[in-house]
DNA sequence: CTGAAAGCGCTAACAG
DNA sequence: CTGTTAGCGCTTTCAG
């Protein structure tokens, strides 16, 4: 293994310098640093890592918390986790993958051995069991959604609330007089998850507040309740024009089921959806949609971390404000 | 932070013999391990991960590289990561996540920096442009799929061929005479990537070997493909009534549109699937199919992967037979 | 602008 | 069965 005394000599100078050379902390010469990454390239000299770790005090690592848990719709989950991966080598960071399933105890194991600088954790809960550890934590972190409380923490998500009274509105504004949100997986609720609550609420409050008749229905993944679920809400509530998906994997299959029952839509019934705009495309009918940006979230997780890391203060709870795309899936009421 | 000499102070013994409580490498008296774990516990003792990796040149950490490219279910690669990280922790190590994008620099830079000790590849191409370079790595790694020459190298996956062959197979048991195979995208044909072109070897192989009429059809794995796709294979081959599907988003899709052409699955077509089977029981006429163990693949991938850290002796291929569960979704051909 | 030298916290000979 | 000690490879004072 090629080291940094090997440079050193190879360079003529001594090991700070090249330290120094390769982490910019003090000046160097232009001729000196030439002759420096000239014999770093010559011998293909790679930091160790572990040494770095040690006498620095950095990892240049993150940890990533990855949720196992039903009621999740993986590729969202999958495309935080590569936003996040792309987003920290930006900034010379790489991640450590660990499951929601080690608890508390995994978290504490990564931070005290310092194996890890910060943290990054998703699918957080009302009242999660990891906030009181976070707050001790020596290191960073950034939650993905919000619990009870932020105080003290750093938390990001998508305005969720307003993204239910994005949609509501948008219903609203084509005429729609009585709504239905189709939600997350009853076990989603149960939990507490704070994002499927304030879906609720935001769509609840936005459809009093323009006057109209609505109803919340938790519902399972399985493309198989899409036809039940299709044929409740319509003898619940016959008169329903207007319905919010909040459920990725029942999207199309509820649009299949509503069609079959002899409903057109947009024609008969307007559809609207929270998710991620490749799902919302990738429908047979495009669906008029709330994006879920994943991608956009990560890479905002990563930087809030970056700034925590560097001392910056940052703000306390992010809320990205919701972006409605209109598709082929919704059109004002029928006469 | 509390360190190894706190912990031997208030033990009352060495640096060393704590070092060697924790390890286990050499024999320690019950009595001092005793003292030395309570130690531990009172101080809250953690082993720092970097000192670690510097001394002992172990870091403990395994690379998973998953790909991001299109054609590729993203709930098979999540599985995976999750297993392998599960089982990774089994064996008291952890998981660092790269993306194929990172390419060979990446792969390079956390090998040679000493970051990770081993490598687990997904997504492996038959000409790989890794594979030169994981022959001269210093650090073991296992590959998830095979490359045209496997040679050097140890490679793990779902035996594809066998499995393309055990669906006709039980298509032809139960009477079928003319089969198809509705393949993965085009693109994953062209990249090379040989599990798509080993079912296709085997489907054939299997249909020739049984005297029936077969066709292969690759197909993009949108939904709204589906309908086109059915209707195609049944003007091209009028007498089909057996359907291999190797193509997860597409399973569902297309077993409705064959049933809004009129034919009944199982009825007058027979579908078998090479898909995981959560997604062939979450079908609404549940599949009859070929497992995609991607859970049981990570797990034994890391197992071979810690053989090999241990200087163990694995074999180069490790193909796993494939196993076929009958569902709803086959049955014995119309007289 | 550069060097010398003291650790970072742990492991693994070596010595008993 | 246990202790002493010499590094592991790098960063960062301290000195110049």
Redesign the pocket.
């Known amino acids: ?1 090629v ?3 090997d440079v050193a000599r190879q360079a ?6 090249v ?2 050379a ?2 910019g ?5 232009d ?3 030439r002759r420096v990454e000239e014999a770093i390239r010559e011998l293909g ?4 890592a572990g ?2 770790a ?3 005090s950095k990892s240049n690592v993150l940890a990533l918390v990855v949720p196992l848990r039903a009621g999740i719709h993986i590729p969202v989950v999958m495309q935080f986790a590569v936003s996040v991966v792309t987003t920290a080598r930006r900034y010379d960071h790489d991640v450590l993958l660990l499951t929601q399933e080690e608890g508390e105890e995994g978290l504490r194991r990564v931070a005290d051995t310092a194996l890890v600088d910060a943290l990054i954790l998703m699918d957080v809960q009302l009242q999660d069991p990891r906030l009181p550890l976070l707050r001790v934590l020596e290191r960073p972190s950034v939650m993905i959604g919000f619990p009870a409380s932020s105080e003290g923490l750093t938390c990001i998500d998508l305005d969720f609330k307003a993204a239910g009274e994005v949609c509501v509105e948008h219903l609203a504004g084509l005429g729609h007089r009585a709504v239905a949100l189709v939600g997350s997986p009853p076990e989603v609720y149960v939990r507490q998850t704070a994002f499927a609550q304030r879906v609720v609420q935001g769509f609840t409050a936005a459809a009093d507040r323009h006057g109209l008749a609505s109803s919340v229905h938790p519902c399972e993944a399985a493309s198989g309740a899409a036809r039940k679920v299709a044929e409740r809400l319509l003898r619940e509530q016959p008169a329903l024009t207007g319905v919010v998906v909040h459920n990725e994997p029942l999207l199309e299959p509820l649009i299949d089921a509503f069609e079959q029952l002899g409903l057109r839509v947009p024609g008969d019934l307007s559809v609207t959806a929270i998710c991620p705009d490749e799902l919302a495309e990738s429908v047979r009918v495009p669906v008029t949609s709330v994006a879920l940006p994943s991608a956009d979230i990560g890479t905002r997780a990563v930087e809030l971390l970056m700034r925590k890391l560097d001392g910056t203060e940052v703000p306390e709870a992010t809320l990205l404000a919701p972006r409605l795309t209109e598709r082929a899936s919704t059109a004002p009421r029928n006469a």
């Open positions: 293994m080291k940094i005394t003529g100078v001594s090991p700070s310098t330290s120094y390769l982490s902390k003090r000046p160097i010469s001729d000196t640093k000299y790679r930091p160790h040494a770095r040690l006498a620095s």
